[in-house]
């Protein structure tokens, strides 16, 4: 399950707050609130056939996640689809595309945790790359993870934001184990999510999977229930 | 407290990974772990009449950080030393300085969570800026936040990272409450520090502090005690 | 929406345990439970047109809570309601009217916590109030208190008690940050209610309110359901 | 160890406010944060051959009780001194007192929890009466509450409140299991104290006491470690 | 409730390990993981009218546990249903008979907590006893417990293991109370069952019952929902 | 790590309750509290040339657990030790020999939890085996389980008692892990012990270790401190 570079990105061009360069070239700045904090909120897209998975869910998730940050101005969706389509169109991907689309609190006057030290408006970060769906259709493996889902008081689950530590470590685990991924509590010691996606538990004529107190509300999620 | 642009900043040379830039070119790549996931660890430093304050300590405690999120390869002092004086040389800056060292676990070679991606080591940003001390010495004013500090099973407060939602969102309480910073409260409900810093209860003849469980083993926490 | 003092109040009658007084004679004695320990049960009435809102529901819910605290005695329905019909003619009050409806432990025969010291028959206040909506038709400000709900091992959230000092607290960070009132969180961190009222959450299409596991059983919320 | 009715305290008189009165005619209003909330702080103080002990100690934490709730003015220890020793005069107690002295937030306005319908001081009250010790040198039994201490993000236990709800509850466990009080556990389920009083814990050669986490400062807590 | 020693019991056979010997002469070895660690899952069964009620789901809920407790090697249902025939024929038992069905981890080459020890299959104890329903049908009195159930990250309450110590405390809180059993509350303080079944509230018109995150889920708890 | 089978073992004297048999014809009761519930206390002993290592340590360690467990009586350390006397001297054992020493709750009259149906004394085991030192001295290989260490208000870790699961889970993990031990936590995320032992942490001229709060109080871990 471990994703290999994959040569047809050697050369993708990269979308960073409207400017499109080779992926060597793509500057975020240091002073940046995602490079100083993990201060942005993330989606992951799939591109299939000219068409991008839910996109409108997905807009509506990051926009969400934004506004629970505070983030003061949020692009709208014909803004952020846009600079997707000036994106995927500058590579000439139509398929088998994964796109991570990243929005930051954007780029502070100087080093500092403050947002008020953010004085232009948020970065929108635009990844395409040619990936292959990352899990086996036969199904994978995991550990529970020692590392536990952050409670709802340290930072909301339904936010999808970019500090991932905690899934990081939990990875860092079923590495060492030689599992695909790790099942993570949440605080109580109950079933929350993998470090990286919503669970389903099908038995005989039934699925279940945790109330989303604990992990995001993802997308199939919502989909599946 | 709300910190002010210095005009002296504006042409300040910044150092990523050994590339001294003008702080408008200093480029992180989107696919550093820092962008990605606040993958990243970093420390404070001051530079004083030439001299950082305590700067063994602090690269002691960068070091430590940086185990306890298993980055594969850590610079040595000396390295890190060398980078530091070579940006504060390119900049001719001597005093009043504040230093942002960040270290990530580096570039991956393609979008995802998995630290097996980070196939080149790690990153190292130093970001030199004329700053004077953050906090008046005429004390400051302090709301309790109701965003509490992550737990040690979600993410180690001993480990100096950037993954600071929780404090910015803590911090973000303070300023619409009109407050200087937050202190912020443990999962049991004590003080654990402020959104920024260590905190110390004064009282008379005595001096106390969080024990260390909620909160980073703060230099001057440890110089204190 | 700070409440003003009612002109129309300043001579009211009060009655504390049958007794009909002017409002400055009315005496609560210093061993009555409710002045040793805040022990004591009530409900908040409105008189509106000659009816009180839903007069039943508040009487049983002042049951349970008195039982669930293990009150010895519990006055019936139409003993309270008598009391409140003899207040309410001794004020000529017929409209626009708030009753804080009390009933406490007792008077106790020597100052102490124990339930067994209250050898006299529990302590029913009627204090009837012109007062208008507390709460403008056009919505309040929140914040988010730091302040939690007590857990139910330490009392249940479900009696309607007056020990009200967590509320207090939560409503002095209010009106510190200038918000009209406090959203408060259970002790895992999700929203439970204000310090003053349960809380609902209304979506296109979808009206949500918490689990009443932190919050009491609001008249209004079994309603809304 | 359930305190009897004693004759000699059949006439005492009790300072509420200022006001010296027999104890049939003691008023504390209805519109009393003591009444409406528990929103009161208090100590037990014992009068010994003239001298009562620890005044000084018990005074300042009565102080630091009512600023930690917040109380927009409390009495110098002089006032309240004077007050003690006009009631005791009163009474020409000199000896085997217990005097319940309680300060509260004051009388409001209108009914409800907002601090700032308490528009005039805080009420003072001073109960003296005539009480041999309540538990007997021989020991005493105890039972395990399954009622918990309120954790310090609720009510912080150095606050000595007169929010005794759950103390309360405790006791009436004792009670029915028929204990002379209850060991109460914190919320992680460690040892706290009484339903009344701190707990110490003496095996041969050594003196242990809980943490003050979850249990008052008791007076004779600091003395005896 | 006190269960006594009924004289039909004095000569039961008793299936250890496929071995029907005389009750005095069963025999469990001290190597065995039950006696080391408790490390074993029952059931406990009733024979009424020469039929075993609900056999199969408890056989099912046998395999589960014995599944999440990482047994190696589990008997069919067939094979766990031959010895129990073989056992009541033995006993010539047909009706009033309760069957305390044990399956151990097995018997461990030497004494230690590692299951690599068992090295021969696991136990399975068939104890057969002439009983009487234990609970009354007029009802039962109940004391809550200060001991908790133990949380799902400690030890799932869905596994019906012999790990039965938090309940037997309880159990003993209820003798010392002189009551029938004991209310146990999970973590948070809720409840969750009795320390020997679980519990159901029945109001007007409704029933309810704690959702099974702290207690077992119960064959009957199944049936009534 | 994993034990082997040692040859010397295969025909030891077992004694239980004080009969001395074969290892193979060594019975403990299906009626014993011990396989009912796990309902035992153990110390284990080791014996090195002719001394068993701090035996009066452990003894009094076995007596405290019992006690806390309320076990009705417990054999004198006299009794115990000459118990234990004559099973090395039945197996000719002075050396390399390991001892789990079991002290059980009895045999009860009918299957059951209730701690009244044990109407004969507890149950001693004495099994001795020769063991040569389970830790190779180079230092072993640990996991941080997901498992948790039961909180207080389940089990006392301070009980050095037989209910093991949530141990054997944690050395279950560390197994298909390939590591040796499992590191276990306490309920709030901190270092408590390994599934199998106390941990230190030695770095440069300081010693630290878990307070006792979620471990047990390990004969070593005192002599350390």
Redesign the interface.
């Known amino acids: 399950m ?2 290999q ?2 040569e047809r ?1 050697r050369d993708i061009i ?1 979308n ?1 707050a409207g400017r499109l360069t080779h ?1 060597d ?8 609130s ?7 909120v993330w989606e ?1 897209l799939r591109l299939h056939d000219g068409r991008i998975f839910r996109l409108t869910e997905h807009l509506a998730r990051l926009r969400r996640s934004a506004r629970a ?2 983030f003061e101005t949020v692009p709208t969706d014909e803004e952020i689809t846009e600079e997707i389509r000036r994106t995927l169109a500058a590579n000439a991907m139509t398929d088998g595309v ?1 796109i ?1 689309l ?1 929005l ?1 609190r954007g780029v502070k ?9 953010n004085q232009s408006g948020p970065t929108l ?1 635009v ?1 395409p ?1 040619y ?1 292959p769906p ?1 899990y086996a259709a036969t199904g994978i493996t995991l ?13 909301d689950p339904k936010i999808h ?9 939990a ?3 079923a ?4 599992a695909d991924d790790a099942l993570m ?1 949440d ?4 079933v929350a999510e993998t ?2 996606t919503n669970v389903f538990c099908a038995t005989a004529g039934a699925r279940a999977t945790p109330t989303a ?1 604990a992990c995001p509300e993802g997308i199939k999620r919502v989909r599946v229930l």
Do not use: W, Y
């Open positions: 471990l994703q570079f994959d990105n990269v960073v992926r070239q793509a500057a975020v700045s240091p002073f940046d995602a490079v100083q904090g993990g201060d942005a992951g940050l505070a994964h991570r990243t930051t006057v100087t080093s500092g945790m403050d947002p008020r030290l970060i990844l790359e990936k990352v550990i529970t993870s020692s590392v536990r889902r952050p409670p709802p008081d340290c930072l934001h970019a500090n991932l530590l905690s899934s990081i470590l990875k860092i685990e590495n060492v184990a030689g509590l605080q109580r010691g109950f470090n990286a107190t």
